[in-house]
Structure formats: structure tokens, C-alpha cells
């Protein structure tokens, strides 16, 4: 059974950073995609990055987060982080971590992805 269990969630202050962590257990391909989400309430879960393992190792970011965010991963460890700098209060929600083994048509729509972790929440104040 796969899972995914993200950490590093806090509350900072505007300007701030934080740096999440996402990391999967149990049997998975060598090949998959693995993704940042958030969602505040009421509103749709929205990508916000992944990237490609196996695949090219390719990655994808969504406008809002394009110059302050950025993914990376540990292969071997089967891990995956977010590194959130110059966090805004509009970044204030819950954060989660997702991966599939299937090809993705868009690597940020949420549809695509199988497995989902419980999230983590950052708040950010003014």
C-alpha cells in the first residue's frame, strides 16, 4: 500500500520560508510523477509543482510560485520537497503531496494523480 506523509507545515511571517517535505512508502514504479498542491476552503485543490522521476525528471510550476518555489527529490529516498521562499499571505492554506505512476496529460491537475497525502498547513501572516 502506498502512502504519502507530508511534514514542515508552520506558520512564518511574510517574506518567510519554509520548506515541506513528502515522503512515499511502500511499493512503487520506478517511473512516476510526484506533485505539490493546496486548497483552501471552498475553493479547488490547485497545483502548484511537480516533477517528472523517471520521466525525463522534468518539472512544472504554476505561475503564482514560478521564482520563489521550487521542487526537488531524493530518488533514493523516495522523497520530494517543496522550498517556499518569500512566502506571501495569499500562500496561506493547506499544502498536499500527491504522486501517480500513470503518464499525466497536465502534471498540475489534480485529476491525475492516484495517491494523496493528508496535507500540511502554512500560514502566513503580514
Known amino acids: 500500500q502506498v502512502q504519502l506523509v507530508e511534514s514542515g507545515g508552520d506558520s512564518v511571517q511574510a517574506g518567510g520560508s519554509l520548506k515541506l517535505s513528502c515522503a512515499v512508502s511502500?511499493?512503487?514504479?520506478?517511473?512516476?510523477?510526484m506533485g505539490w498542491f493546496r486548497q483552501a476552503p471552498g475553493k479547488e485543490r490547485e497545483g502548484v509543482a511537480a516533477?517528472?522521476?523517471?520521466?525525463?525528471?522534468?518539472?512544472t510550476y504554476a505561475d503564482p510560485v514560478k521564482g520563489r518555489f521550487t521542487i526537488s527529490k531524493d530518488n533514493a529516498a523516495k522523497t520530494i520537497y517543496l522550498q517556499m521562499n518569500d512566502l506571501e499571505p495569499e500562500d496561506t492554506t493547506m499544502y498536499y503531496c500527491?504522486?501517480?505512476?500513470?503518464?499525466?496529460?497536465?502534471?498540475?491537475?489534480?485529476?491525475?494523480?492516484?495517491?494523496w497525502g493528508q496535507g500540511t498547513q502554512v500560514t502566513v501572516s503580514s
Open positions: 511502500g511499493y512503487f514504479f520506478n517511473n512516476y510523477y
Open positions: 516533477s517528472g522521476v523517471g520521466f525525463g525528471g522534468e518539472t
Open positions: 500527491a504522486a501517480t505512476t500513470a503518464v499525466v496529460v497536465w502534471p498540475l491537475s489534480a485529476s491525475d494523480y492516484h495517491h
